[in-house]
């Protein structure tokens, strides 16, 4: 597979701006204004062109930009979605709501696609302005506007996980631009969501808990989930349910270090059902390992393995 050999081979990098042309990512964008239609903040039917420009130029951000000084093939671009949606319009360019991303991973030597990030942000924690005839403009240490600064802050978290889940600590380059990007926002501007104070679900959280060495287990639940753990599943299935539980331990250590971590949170939201349909057919003693994590990480989810005969 070309993606494994290639970004195995590119674990020592450098994670800043280089010339070039090789794009990383490949996201699909929608932006959905439709609660706008219950709101005060109501617009005339030639305002749809602004929602429609906002969406090409988001995906133009972030597809067409170039985040790493690596060589991607169209094939190995990162699969994404990001989806805005707006519940507030209080001036002609300013606007309040909802971002989620999703980030997708191709499994070794399948057809099988794996979550890897999969978040919504809290309700009204973006806020931002957009000016059609304005471009995107972005710079690690320099802020231009929410919009552009927020889509990069998540870039960088994506390509830290997606890294992470090919070698060893792979992306922490990007965990240190995002904290970046993170730093330069805080000290320019009061805006919601990006200090730890702000909320549970800041995105100063996402930064902090994959840079902060106290969570550096964190880094290891990735690679031993995705790389040794499904990548290895159509070679050595019990080997790779072992992997798999070591990353389900490694993530077990984070939690008793801090509860209810929202990177944690995040991991078994996105993998949960995986893990069920991983185990589900495993020896009863594997089960009862991954049975037993899940219940000391996550109580809520334990519903879903009802169907284990776990005592």
């Not at 490949?26 to 420009?53: A, H």
């Not at 130029?57 to 949606?85: G, K």
């Not at 069920?276 to 899940?294: G, N």
Request: a neutral charge.
């Amino acid at each position: 597979m070309i993606i494994v050999k290639k970004l195995l081979i590119l674990l020592i990098f450098s994670a800043f701006f280089a010339t070039g042309s090789a794009q990383e990512f490949r996201c699909g964008v929608s932006v959905n204004y439709q609660k706008l239609q219950s709101t005060t903040q109501q617009y005339e039917t030639g305002d749809v062109k602004i929602f429609e420009t906002m969406k090409r130029a988001i995906e133009d951000f972030i597809n067409n930009r170039q985040w790493t000084n690596l060589e991607f093939d169209q094939v190995e671009r990162l699969d994404c979605s990001i989806n805005i949606i707006l519940s507030q319009r209080t001036s002609a360019t300013d606007f309040a709501g909802q971002i989620s991303i999703q980030l997708r991973r191709p499994v070794y030597n399948s057809n099988y696609t794996t979550g890897v990030f999969n978040y919504m942000e809290g309700s009204n924690d973006f806020q931002f302005s957009f000016n059609e005839s304005q471009p995107l403009e972005f710079d690690p240490n320099t802020f231009y506007d929410n919009l552009s600064s927020t889509l990069a802050y998540y870039c960088y978290i994506m390509l830290g996980m997606y890294f992470d889940t090919y070698g060893p600590n792979g992306g922490e380059p990007f965990f240190e631009m995002a904290r970046t990007i993170s730093q330069t926002v805080g000290s320019s501007t009061a805006l919601k969501g990006w200090k730890a104070s702000d909320s549970q679900k800041a995105r100063y959280w996402f930064m902090e808990n994959h840079t902060n060495s106290a969570y550096e287990a964190l880094h290891s639940v990735y690679y031993y989930y995705y790389r040794m753990g499904l990548d290895m599943m159509t070679k050595d299935q019990p080997q790779a349910r072992q992997n798999i539980i070591q990353a389900l331990k490694y993530l077990q250590q984070v939690h008793k270090r801090r509860p209810n971590l929202l990177s944690v949170t995040q991991f078994i939201d996105v993998n949960i059902a995986e893990i069920v349909s991983i185990f589900t057919p495993a020896p009863a003693d594997e089960q009862k390992e991954v049975f037993l994590i899940i219940k000391d990480v996550s109580p809520i989810n334990v519903v879903k393995l009802k169907d284990w005969n776990v005592k």
